[in-house]
């Protein structure tokens, strides 16, 4: 007997509660599915579901084995992914991947620390955003990954949810920049300096949503990532960015520096703002390599980015716009 095939068939009429929608998603016809599920229970001795000419009700005893079948069945699919990269030759490498945001002491971290934890696989890490880490996800060209939420995390699994409050920044002589927190609304007057909305379409839409909420509605949003080109935007637009503390050089976050710099960091009062990180691969291709970096890189966010947990006991759920836990 095939186990994994007959537990595919198994987890999919659990899913589905029905032959034929179940013998559609896995692209069979229904008698040999109902075959399959039979012979299942015969030599497991126990009776998975209860049929009718109506419907398919799981039993108390598949319920119980639900859980386990869907664990082998990511492991299968870990186990396949690890001899597909033998078979392509790409053994001994973990491709990974974090967002341009992160700051160099947590790029260095993580550097350091992924071989002490695993010594197995050369890691190959890559600054990408999290509309080209889906991408790469979406075409197997990328093993683990640090994205932002919100974004649609189908077909994803994730590590804990790690928030990184923002902050603004903004020209030394502005009235806010005297104040130990900055409200938004007195933010009013000035240009907002974001990434380019490709790069996290969802996000971005959401920090103006949250803004507008909390009285600022920028006149105009201009777009830049790199840090001098931010600061010289912030220094000679009439506009204002936003970023975590980690992020900003000393001379910036520090009140007492020398004004030669010409931009201050300013938290937000309430701290309505953050960047929402999490850990993620695709379902069923964790493994033990992208297990240590997963571990890793939240450690390094944690410790070099103050970074702190803020993810529910419960799943997320996808919403419109944004993915926050409801």
């Not at 000679?236 to 004004?259: E, F, I, K, M, T």
Request: glycine fraction near 8%; include cysteine.
């Amino acid at each position: 007997m095939d186990l994994v095939r007959h537990l595919e068939c198994f987890v999919a009429v659990a899913e589905q509660s029905h032959f034929g929608r179940a013998a559609a998603h896995l692209g069979m016809a229904q008698p040999p599915l109902s075959q399959r599920i039979q012979r299942l229970e015969r030599e497991l001795g126990v009776r998975l579901f209860e049929r009718t000419s109506r419907q398919v009700t799981i039993t108390e005893s598949g319920t119980l084995l639900l859980a386990e079948a869907r664990e082998l069945l990511a492991r299968s699919e870990a186990f396949m992914a690890t001899a597909r990269r033998i078979r392509d030759g790409e053994t001994g490498l973990l491709r990974a991947a974090l967002s341009p945001d992160i700051a160099g002491e947590t790029v260095a971290a993580v550097l350091a620390d992924f071989p002490r934890r695993h010594a197995g696989p050369e890691l190959e890490l890559h600054e990408l955003s999290t509309a080209q880490q889906l991408a790469r996800f979406a075409s197997h060209d990328l093993d683990v990954g640090v994205i932002h939420h919100p974004c649609d995390v189908s077909g994803l699994e994730l590590g804990p949810v790690l928030r990184r409050e923002l902050g603004v920044l903004l020209p030394r002589s502005a009235a806010a920049a005297v104040l130990d927190e900055v409200p938004l609304a007195s933010l009013t007057g000035y240009d907002l300096i974001l990434f380019p909305r490709n790069s996290a379409p969802a996000l971005y839409d959401d920090l103006l949503t949250t803004c507008a909420r909390n009285g600022y509605t920028p006149a105009a949003v201009r777009h830049g990532q790199g840090a001098s080109f931010v600061r010289g935007l912030v220094l000679s637009a009439g506009a204002v960015a936003l970023g975590p503390y980690d992020a900003q050089p000393a001379d910036v976050r520090d009140r007492n520096a020398d004004a030669g710099s010409g931009v201050v960091w300013r938290p937000l009062a309430g701290a309505p703002l953050a960047w929402r990180h999490s850990v993620a691969w695709p379902k069923g291709r964790g493994d033990a390599a992208v297990n240590a970096f997963a571990e890793v890189a939240t450690h390094a966010l944690r410790t070099t980015a103050g970074a702190r947990g803020e993810a529910p006991a419960g799943p997320l759920h996808l919403r419109p716009a944004s993915e926050y836990w409801l």
